[in-house]
């Protein structure tokens, strides 16, 4: 990281947002647990003053992403997750892999806002909730404003933390990371989780993705043994199979002992364990989510979930029903590194049916986020499809196999006049 910032010190009180932000930037602000809320809360006061401007934001679960301030706020995200669905038509949406998010708004030379945790020393400070792509706009920022407080965990096993001298402002609270009370989690959720719980073997490093079944598996390991984890975020349950040894990281092929993620996106359960725990650290997006490191890690479980699979294995985790409730996130290089891993697992996992409709389907009704050459196991409440190997008519049994019973007709007779089922002959 470059330093040469001022570091000045400043209250959230005297913050001038009219002389910080020019009218038409980019402000961008960490996501989930890691917004820098006092921060923002204090942006979106000032901004009529400020006039136009653009905000990038990630997964939102604070009250800074509202119809109320598109009267002036232009906002755009990699996805359509939490507070972001209430925009509706005014996001915008950049359709990118998490692995390029750094470099395309690393162009934008926007005001980047932290919520950073104290240091080792009054020099330095920890990475807080988030290092993933954030830290590394850092150096190309026009001007980088740290929220720093106590409250924000000291993420201690990081390698490094952000020298003083590459902020500008520091602005001290005594604010505390966003949290988002867990969903409940149904009988499916559960069914769900128990197959794929069947399928982990002790001794394997997981990824855990977005959404409601992810949780629900980790809820599902509890008989496990030395467990690894790689991710590109943690939740709570992460830091509950920690604190009760499950989660070990002893066997890991690589980052041996530590659990390695980029994000914190949890309640106080996970930052209190992440606080000062030197077994955890927090690393970039371009090492969390790099295919040859991911695939030099045996047993890796990539686990992530789907708004629909079709019967070839290609994935919308995008739009349902016509809105952009997803993502295309990290899921696809994940899911290459565990179909490249020694003994790994390329987990996708849905419930078979939303609002009454199937979402193992014949045809997507959104994007392909994954295409169908990086999809590995599908699992629903129904059963396990291990698509790997198989050619497409194949495919198609062993996903009708997983579909909703009442659907599957209605799905036989829509693919069987679809051409994309046939492969190079008749099915
Ligand atoms: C930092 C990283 O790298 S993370 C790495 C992984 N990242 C990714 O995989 C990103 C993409 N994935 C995602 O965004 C999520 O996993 C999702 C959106 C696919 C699933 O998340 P979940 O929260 O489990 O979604 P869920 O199943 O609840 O569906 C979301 C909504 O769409 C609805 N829905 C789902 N499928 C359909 C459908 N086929 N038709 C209509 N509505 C549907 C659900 O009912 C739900 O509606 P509700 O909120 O009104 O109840």
Redesign the pocket.
Known sequence: MRGGRAGRELTLGSLRWTELVPRGAMVVWGQASAEPASLTASLMAQRAAIGQFRAFVGMSWGSSVSPDFTDQVAYTSY???GAN?RLGAALDILPLP?TQLASTLAEERPVLLLGLGLGSSADSFSFGAAR?YLAELIDGASLVIAEVSEGFPRSAGSDGEIPRDCIDIIVRTQGVPISLPP?PQGDTDGKIAARIAALIEDGSTL?I??????AAVLNALKGHRNLGVH???IGDEIAELAAMGVITNALKTIDRNLTVT??LAGGPTLMKWADGNAGLALRP?RY??DASILASIDKFVAI?????VDLTGQVN??V??G?Y???????G??LRGAHESRGGLPIIA??ST??G???I?ANL?GPV?TARADAGIVVTEHGVADLRGLSLRRRREAMLAIAEPACVAALEQESGRSAQYRGSGQI
Do not use: D, M, W
Not at 209 to 214: D, E, M, Y
Not at 325 to 331: D, F, H, L, P
């Open positions: 996805c359509g997750a669905r998490y993933e969903g990824q993705g977005l959404g409601g079944i992810p991710s590109g975020l980029g994000l997006t969390t989510h992530n979930s789907a708004i629909e985790a995008e349902a029903g809105h409730v997803g993502a295309v996130g990290g899921a290089a994940f849905l419930p939303a609002k409709r199937s979402r389907v009704s986020s």
